[in-house]
C-alpha cells in the first residue's frame, strides 16, 4: 500500500534520515554513538516509511541491535562495554583539552547517567 505524504509524515523521514546518517558516522567513529541513533530512525521510519523501517530491522549489522532493544529492551553486553568505554573516552577527551568546570560538571552528570542507564540494561551475549 502506497503511503500518503504529510507534513508529519516528512518530517518523520526527515528525523529518520538524519539520525541514521548519524548512525553509519558512529559506527566508523569510535567516540560517536550508533545504538540510540539507530532507535530513533527506527522510531521515525516506523511513522513515516515502511520500507526504510522494513529495510533496517532486518539490515545484517544493525537489525540485531534494534531487535534486542524492541523484543528484550537488552543491549549486546559487547555493545555495552563498548559505549561505557567511548563515554569515558569522550570525557577523558573534554578533560584534556581542559574545558570549562561548570561544563565539565554537566558533561561528567549527563554521562554519568546515560552510563548508569546502559549498565542497567540487560545484557544480550551472542554466540
Not at 516528512?10 to 558516522?25: D, K, N, R
Not at 521515525?44 to 528484550?72: K, M, T, V
Not at 561505557?84 to 565539565?104: D, E, H, K, Q, Y
Amino acid at each position: 500500500m502506497k503511503q500518503k505524504f504529510t507534513a508529519k509524515r516528512i518530517l518523520w523521514l526527515s528525523l529518520g534520515c538524519v539520525t541514521l546518517a548519524l548512525a553509519f558516522i558512529g559506527a566508523i567513529l569510535p567516540l560517536m554513538p550508533t545504538t540510540v541513533f539507530l532507535l530513533i530512525a527506527t522510531y521515525s521510519f516506523a511513522r513515516s516509511s515502511e520500507r526504510l523501517h522494513a529495510w533496517l530491522l532486518n539490515h545484517r549489522q544493525f537489525g540485531p541491535l534494534i531487535n534486542d532493544w524492541q523484543e528484550h529492551g537488552a543491549i549486546a553486553t559487547k555493545t555495552k562495554y563498548k559505549a561505557i568505554f567511548a563515554i569515558f573516552a569522550t570525557f577523558a577527551i573534554s578533560v584534556l583539552f581542559g574545558l570549562g568546570l561548570i561544563f565539565l560538571a554537566i558533561q561528567a552528570a549527563v554521562l554519568g547517567i546515560v552510563s548508569l542507564f546502559i549498565a542497567t540494561r540487560p545484557g544480550v551475549t551472542k554466540a
